[in-house]
């Protein structure tokens, strides 16, 4: 009953999120300097004459008053139809469809990767709290956090791209192979190097995070507690203090989904990766209205659903809180 | 700062050494505490280093089969006692005088070995179990051998704690149970010495009694009971003996009997103001502040707040001196 109730209230939350949302693009991308028709004819300006451009113009409602575009855009979206992508010439879904897939891989890699190693580094560092080992740990976590993605990236690429030659310069898949022809390992091996980059990044926060709240628990009275009753060292770390610092750190990784979203759009952009990240830049640079608005409300949905996952994840596995909804 | 002690270990944590060898006189004697003294280094502005000393010249023991309550109001530092004697100060405490156990030094080493099992600790709340496990689970934690399972269980059955209960996190522990969950935790290691840190606060008066009269059982059936409390009511309800703690120190040991009798029996004039704001007594409270570890007096520390102070109080630290039965750290006491 509760629960029901709880799941409600986030759909509800996330619902007038998106049409919040949907409201700002749309007056956002209608005061941009971008001429949709403009951009939808392209290179073939010179072609196009002025009679046409209205004639396109009338075509897609453009002369109707904005609400009414609004009101006409916001019900084809309701009913699933996202418009077609100007610069694919599919639609919208579509693309996003392929490219999401491609970023997925990239993104998950990155996301478990920055995961597992950010929180052992925060462990390493809060239980080493002062040491050389914590102070090294912190050092690299700042400079990181500093650091940006796009930089990194050439970079590593850079390094191991152009002067090691272990991984290729960018792409997603071999040059000049038929796409059905690409085998795993060539897609994972073109995956490597932005993954690495963005998860090089990721470790930060979560590292940061975990090393903190780590020597809350230390200080915490039942760690006392159990140092009072002869538990001591790496067993008492691992029986209260991991228990006690997974779930804010699970809750905080679900909830670096932006982050990780805006680095990959930087990473792809860099790498040449075919992701949603560099469809948005594509989108954004050459005017494809339909696409950009797309992204913006299927992002917008990724990052709150990983808010969402840790809230329940949390509310499952914290007994605080599954019992104590429970039992109200 | 005081600097009587001669002896000055390198260690940063509770290290405590036999400084003396002599004998101990009362074989009956489990722990004692003498001259203990617990500082914490501080950097102050510009790397100045702070001594901090929150324990000093403190003397304590206790008996097997005895309850001697320390009672000092709250915030004085009191529990920094039990986690001296248990060994779990912070890194950056300096401890120096001496703690005895069954005889011997209790040295960093035997802590380690005997904190949870020769001695345990009732903590203060809940708060002081991990909110993350359920509490049949820790109380095994604490017992560390095969059949700790069983042995939890038959120490929450001797705590008329259900089964269910053991699987039960903290925060679902009503005041009572909770109370009963902490004791099953400290006795289930088959602790000698058993120090119960502020058993009794803010509870209704069914819980105080009822926890009151589990460390009474625990005293009579060997063990030792350390009472670290701010609550002299309950104290005196169960206590052998009560040690009276003021500004980081005992002023006064003395028996229960002189504190039923009241006035003039007690030794201390803080002890007898301490009487006096009792309820039933005068209920008139002691004019004035605790000083803080910042600003000692010099001299006598109760010396500010004492009506009979004289010039010779505020130059010398009293010693500890044994009187009546009792002791006393004031150069008038009579
Ligand atoms: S030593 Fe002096 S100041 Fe201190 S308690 Fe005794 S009489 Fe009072």
């Known amino acids: ?328 | 700062m005081n600097t009587k002690q001669t002896s000055k270990f390198s260690h940063s944590n509770a290290s405590i050494m036999n400084r003396s060898t002599e004998s101990l006189a009362n074989p009956e004697e489990l722990l004692v505490v003498k001259n203990l003294s617990v500082s914490f280094i501080q950097y102050a502005k510009g790397l100045k280093q702070l001594n901090l000393e929150v324990i000093c010249d403190l003397n304590v023991s206790v008996n097997s089969g005895e309850i001697v309550a320390i009672v000092g109001s709250s915030g004085s530092g009191k529990s920094l006692l039990a986690h001296a004697i248990l060994g779990i100060l912070p890194t950056n405490a300096k401890v120096t005088g001496t703690i005895r156990y069954q005889g011997q030094a209790l040295t960093t080493e035997r802590q380690k070995v005997f904190r949870g099992r020769e001695i345990s600790l009732i903590p203060q709340s809940v708060n002081y179990l991990d909110p993350l496990m359920k509490v049949g689970e820790q109380v095994q934690n604490t017992i560390r051998t095969k059949d700790a399972k069983q042995l939890q269980q038959q120490v929450f059955e001797r705590y008329h704690l259900s089964k269910e209960a053991g699987l039960l996190y903290p925060f679902q522990l009503s005041g009572g149970m909770a109370r009963r969950v902490l004791v099953a935790t400290a006795v289930s290691g088959g602790a000698k010495l058993i120090i119960a840190d502020e058993p009794t606060p803010g509870l209704h008066p069914e819980v105080v009694a009822e926890t009151l009269a589990h460390l009474k059982e625990l005293a009579n059936q060997g063990c030792g009971v350390m009472m670290i409390t701010h609550d002299i009511e309950a104290a005196m309800k169960i206590a052998d003996r009560i040690a009276v703690f003021y500004a980081g120190t005992t002023v006064e040991v003395a028996p229960i009997e002189d504190f039923k009798e009241g006035g003039e029996a007690l030794r201390h004039p803080y002890t007898r103001a301490l009487w006096m704001a009792l309820p039933e007594n005068d209920f008139k409270p002691i004019p004035g502040f605790q000083p803080t570890p910042t600003d000692l007096p010099p001299g006598c520390l109760f010396e500010p707040r004492c009506h009979l102070r004289t010039a010779e109080c505020q130059c010398k630290k009293p010693e500890m001196q044994d009187l009546r039965g009792g002791q006393v750290r004031c150069i008038h006491a009579t």
């Open chain 1, 1 to 328: 009953m509760n629960s029901a109730k709880y799941v409600a209230g986030k759909a509800l939350r996330m619902l007038t999120l998106l049409i919040a949302l949907c409201i700002v693009s749309f007056i956002l991308v209608k005061n941009s300097p971008i001429d949709p028709v403009q951009a939808y004819i392209g290179a073939d300006m010179m072609r196009v004459s002025e009679e046409q451009r209205e004639q396109i113009a009338e075509n897609w409602g453009l002369d109707k008053p904005p609400v009414e575009q609004f009101i006409s855009w916001a019900g084809a979206i309701v009913q699933g139809d996202f418009g077609t992508s100007m610069i694919y010439r599919v639609p919208v879904l579509t693309v996003i469809g392929n490219r999401f897939t491609a970023s997925l891989a990239l993104m998950g890699v990155a996301w478990l990767l920055s995961g597992i190693f950010g929180f052992l580094m925060g462990v390493i560092a809060g239980m080493n709290k002062g040491k050389l080992i914590d102070r090294a740990i912190k050092w690299y976590c700042l400079t990181l956090a500093a650091t940006p993605t796009f930089w990194l990236g050439l970079i590593l690429l850079m390094i191991f791209s152009v002067w090691l030659g272990w991984f290729p310069i960018g792409l997603g898949v071999p040059v000049g192979v038929l796409s059905e022809n690409v085998t795993l390992s060539e897609k994972i091996y073109h995956l490597i190097l932005p993954a690495l980059t963005l998860s090089i990044v990721g470790v930060a926060n979560i590292a940061l995070h975990t090393r903190q709240k780590l020597l809350d628990v230390l200080e915490s009275d039942y760690i006392l507690f159990a140092r009072a009753n002869g538990e001591s060292g790496l067993g008492l770390v691992w029986k209260h203090g991991v228990r006690n610092i997974m779930l804010p750190a699970v809750t905080l990784q679900f909830a670096s989904f932006s982050e990780l979203f805006g680095g990959s759009v930087l990473a792809e952009q860099v790498f040449s990766y075919p992701g949603l990240g560099q469809a948005t830049v594509q989108a954004g640079l050459r005017g494809d209205v339909p696409l950009l608005l797309g992204i913006v409300l299927i992002s917008a949905i990724f990052v709150f659903t990983g808010n969402l996952i840790g809230d329940i994840i949390c509310s499952i596995v914290d007994p605080r809180i599954k019992e104590g909804r429970a039992s109200v």
